[in-house]
């Protein structure tokens, strides 16, 4: 097995790779930033459509058509400068995102999983490319599993749970140490399959956890789940969860801390950190807004950028220019290295 350069752990409500608390010593105007993860929405680098009647709608500019391979090569090719303005984690999901940014119907067809809960080859090594240099750069990948309007992909309850069991498994075979499990990206939205719910989705969970602790029983594989914004995790998934998900997207600015406050008096919540891995709120040259909020209430915040109005130039719409080629992406990187104490010039 191939030796790994980037091992992230948890330690009370902290973050930690390699053993040393994440921008260790950091505070950004009086607030904490050591043992935060500090992170960016990049669901679709491992996007494709078998859909031939939509898959023409990411064709690239330049060629007129789409490509999986260059989208995940120029995706690595981006990845370092990421991390040289501060960004520590990515979130990255098996079944994608919304390609439109936000999608009533998805018509397309974009999963690694294959109706009985195989993992699709083709993905995988797509994903395992984009790992590997997670883990050479320092970095930590929150990787998702199932996306609403893609786990019709799968065909059954039995399928899901493959899903899970072969997922997880995969990431223990590649002796993968920087990669931590978002089970569905908000499981509180309408999915076919009820085990993916809130209700039930703490079952899935514990297989995954289950699962790792059986392959890698002294570095257990870290687990969680989350929620739409304004949501709050429920008593089942705050009980079985090695970290908590929230989201912004649909919260005034007033709302956050008072979302944190609810979820860390809730009676089933032992001091696990908080992450916020997808939020679509802004204003980064305001003394206010959805990151500094975050950040004065010690929670982890991830940047959603579904694009502008035609949902063209995010990071969610493919085809998807991954480095920082808007006004939008800049600010967002520049209050980053300001706030994490990275120096170093932005780029295009």
């Known amino acids: ?36 993860l500090m992170n960016t929405r990049m669901v679709q ?38 991390k040289e303005h501060g960004i520590l984690a990515f979130t990255i999901n098996l079944q994608g995102g919304s390609p439109e940014g936000y999608s009533k119907t998805q018509p397309w067809h974009n999963s690694a999983f294959l109706s009985d809960g195989t993992l699709d080859s083709e993905y995988m090594d ?4 984009i790992i590997d240099c997670a883990d050479e750069l320092g970095m ?14 799968l065909g059954n309850e039995r ?16 002796g993968y140490t920087n990669v931590i499990i978002e089970i569905a990206n908000e499981c509180d939205i309408v999915y076919k399959h009820s085990i993916i719910l809130a209700p039930r989705i703490h079952e899935l969970i514990e297989l995954a956890q289950i699962t790792g602790k059986a392959l890698r029983p002294e570095n257990p594989l870290l687990v969680g789940t989350s929620f739409s914004g304004r949501q709050v995790p429920t008593d089942n998934v705050i009980e079985v969860s090695d970290f908590l998900l929230i989201h912004g997207n649909g919260s005034n600015v007033l709302w956050v801390p008072q979302q944190i406050k609810i979820l860390r008096e ?64 800049k600010s967002f990187f520049t209050k980053m290295k300001e706030i ?7 780029k295009n």
Request: proline share 4%; aromatic share 14%.
């Open 1 to 36: 097995m191939k030796q790994r350069n980037t091992m992230v752990s948890i330690q009370g409500n902290q973050f930690l790779i390699n053993g040393e608390l994440t921008y260790k010593g950091r505070y950004w105007q009086g607030h904490r930033i050591e043992g935060l």
């Open 45 to 82: 680098g491992i996007f494709d459509d078998k859909n031939p009647d939509t898959v023409g709608r990411w064709a690239y500019p330049d060629t007129g058509v789409w490509d999986p391979e260059r989208n995940t090569r120029e995706f690595i090719e981006a990845m370092p400068t990421w």
């Open 126 to 129: 797509r994903l395992e490319r």
């Open 140 to 153: 930590v990948v929150i990787l998702g599993y199932f996306y609403f309007g893609q786990d019709i992909r």
């Open 159 to 174: 399928a899901v749970k493959q899903a899970v069991v072969n997922a997880t498994t995969w990431v223990l075979q590649k």
């Open 266 to 329: 809730k009676k089933a919540y032992r001091g696990q950190p908080i992450l916020n891995n997808e939020d679509d709120h802004f204003d980064f040259d305001q003394e206010e807004n959805h990151l500094v909020l975050s950040v004065q209430q010690y929670v982890s915040w991830g940047y959603f950028d579904p694009g502008d109005s035609n949902y063209r130039d995010g990071y969610q719409c493919p085809p998807v220019q991954w480095g920082l080629n808007t006004e939008l992406k």
């Open 340 to 346: 994490t104490g990275v120096e170093t010039t932005v």
